[in-house]
């Protein structure tokens, strides 16, 4: 491996590390933002308070007004909203951008045949958005479990005499996040004045799932038709919390399935990795002839479809 190769290896993850341990905390940066607020007490004549939320793309100025007109920066920012990650999209980028030209040395040093070499830079690409994914399906599902007693909550302090954008900020002091911090926001919103169906749908857009779209057309329709909306409350968590215990027992019915899946495609690369470590070279066969080149190309056309079949078998659609 050449010295130049060596030295792009060590530089991106050294400056990767460094952007990730420099940046400030997320304590850090309430703190710094109450002594801002202290700093400017007095507003001066002509200025306006800021009450609409800024996103900042990348801390780089031209960097960011790229981003800000780009569709797909803007539809990353919500997925990483919705994982409630403190990255930028320009971090984001920065971060897989690194990691793809890792990969792609090295796999192009180990494995240095065409479109197979840069299949580790693209797998370690990728591995930002499935961290970025995962933790957004783990901040749903937590958001869905906790959604049947929050609708309770505000069914009893309607009961008790509140009105429902009051039981809202109730929920919000009592459950915990996600559903309480969004909760709050939707309650903000309405506070500065938007109207409560599109406070409503700014929620739905944060956390698309079923069981709330259930629960917000349930609230729409009572609104406009009338009727007890306490009842109508008690009605729908006892659908949504059914509904729970389908998805649980589907999840212990599929388990099986999917982990025979996730064995099956992780096999043929630990075996892969573990040979070319025990005895170098053992594979170079598969990559050096052409007959070992259509094996590697079919073999992962077939686990890409087998991917899809398995995945379309322990779906089950409710």
């Given at each position: 491996m050449s010295m130049i190769a060596v030295f792009l290896i060590l530089l991106?993850?050294?400056?990767?590390?460094?952007?990730?341990?420099?940046?400030?905390?997320?304590?850090?940066?309430?703190?710094?933002?109450?002594l801002s607020g202290l700093d400017h007490?007095?507003?001066?004549?002509?200025?306006?308070?800021?009450?609409?939320?800024?996103?900042?793309?990348?801390?780089?100025?031209?960097?960011?007004?790229?981003?800000?007109?780009?569709?797909s920066a803007l539809q990353l920012q919500t997925i990483l909203d919705q994982a409630k990650m403190q990255w930028t999209v320009g971090r984001f980028f920065f971060y897989s951008a690194c990691l793809m030209l890792v990969g792609a040395i090295i796999g192009n040093y180990w494995i240095p045949v065409g479109f197979v070499g840069w299949i580790p830079g693209l797998a370690l690409g990728l591995a930002p958005?499935?961290?970025v994914l995962y933790r957004r399906s783990a901040r749903f599902?937590?958001?869905?479990?906790?959604?049947?007693?929050?609708?309770?909550?505000i069914a009893r302090s309607l009961r008790a005499g509140h009105s429902l954008p009051s039981a809202l900020v109730t929920v919000s002091e009592e459950v915990a996040d996600p559903l309480g911090t969004e909760f709050r926001q939707c309650a903000d919103e309405m506070s500065f004045g938007l109207p409560f169906r599109e406070a409503m749908v700014n929620l739905f857009r944060r956390f698309p799932l079923p069981d709330l779209q259930f629960l917000i057309a349930a609230i729409l329709v009572q609104k406009e038709t009338g009727g007890n909306l306490a009842e109508l409350l008690d009605k729908t968590a006892a659908v949504l919390r059914s509904r729970i215990q389908l998805q649980q027992k589907v999840r212990v019915y599929t388990a099986q399935g999917r982990m025979t899946g996730a064995i099956l495609i992780a096999l043929p690369f630990v075996c892969f990795i573990l040979l070319n470590i025990v005895r170098p070279g053992y594979t170079s066969p598969l990559f050096e002839t052409e007959t070992g080149r259509k094996m590697i190309y079919g073999?992962?056309?077939?686990?890409?479809?087998?991917?899809?079949?398995?995945?379309?078998?322990?779906q089950i659609k409710y």
């Open positions: 991106f993850p050294v400056f990767a590390t460094l952007f990730f341990l420099l940046e400030p905390s997320e304590r850090d940066k309430r703190i710094q933002e109450r007490r007095f507003i001066e004549e002509g200025d306006q308070t800021e009450i609409v939320r800024r996103v900042t793309f990348s801390r780089i100025a031209w960097i960011d007004r790229i981003l800000r007109d780009t569709k958005l499935a961290w599902r937590r958001f869905n479990l906790q959604l049947p007693d929050a609708v309770d909550l073999t992962l056309a077939s686990m890409a479809l087998g991917t899809i079949f398995i995945r379309r078998i322990i």
